[in-house]
């Protein structure tokens, strides 16, 4: 799995070195594969770091009591037919939780018992949160590498520009 590396500066702090690759692999497997890019601008800001390490820190304290999936109450007929739920919707019985998820291409519907129903609120907030969290994340590293792009597209303009005038 890819990994990306602390920035570092470069002469006159005026771009950053960023550099992805795989986790070292062992000796029999060959060399890990490296790539590097080279972004122009300045390095990111104290509170940019500190508010990106809070975010994490959160998104690690959410992994520990998450669960994947999605909660749904559902009220139920008992298929009775003397029983007021028959004929009455709003005297159905419920309303029951389950957790809903996919596993191994299998959909997945457990049945929550009522004193188990608050810790499995917890963790699908918990899985709503790191998610949240993860999507700021990634929304956050796009639009910084975007903008990097953007400069690098600019600067190379600039320079064919000049290569032509010099033609």
């Not at 390095?43 to 999936?69: C, F, N, R, W, Y």
């Not at 003397?82 to 309303?95: E, I, K």
Request: aromatic share 6%; glycine share 6%; hydrophobic share 40%.
């Amino acid at each position: 799995m890819p990994f990306l590396s602390s920035p570092r500066s470069s002469v006159g702090g005026q771009s950053r070195f960023i550099q992805w690759c795989r986790p070292a692999r062992r000796r029999d497997d060959g060399p890990a594969l490296k790539l590097a890019l080279t972004i122009q601008g300045s390095l990111p800001t104290l509170t940019s770091i500190v508010g990106k390490d809070a975010l994490i820190a959160e998104m690690a304290h959410a992994a520990h009591l998450m669960v994947q999936g999605s909660l749904s109450e559902v009220t139920r007929q008992c298929g009775d037919p003397s029983c007021a739920c028959a004929w009455d919707p709003a005297r159905r019985h419920g309303p029951h939780l389950y957790l809903k998820f996919a596993a191994d291409g299998k959909a997945y519907s457990i049945y929550i018992p009522p004193e188990e129903q608050e810790v499995f609120r917890q963790a699908h907030h918990a899985w709503l949160r790191f998610n949240e969290i993860a999507g700021r994340l990634a929304g956050d590293n796009r639009q910084r590498l975007m903008q990097a792009l953007d400069a690098h597209k600019q600067t190379a303009k600039v320079q064919r520009a000049k290569a032509r005038r010099q033609a």
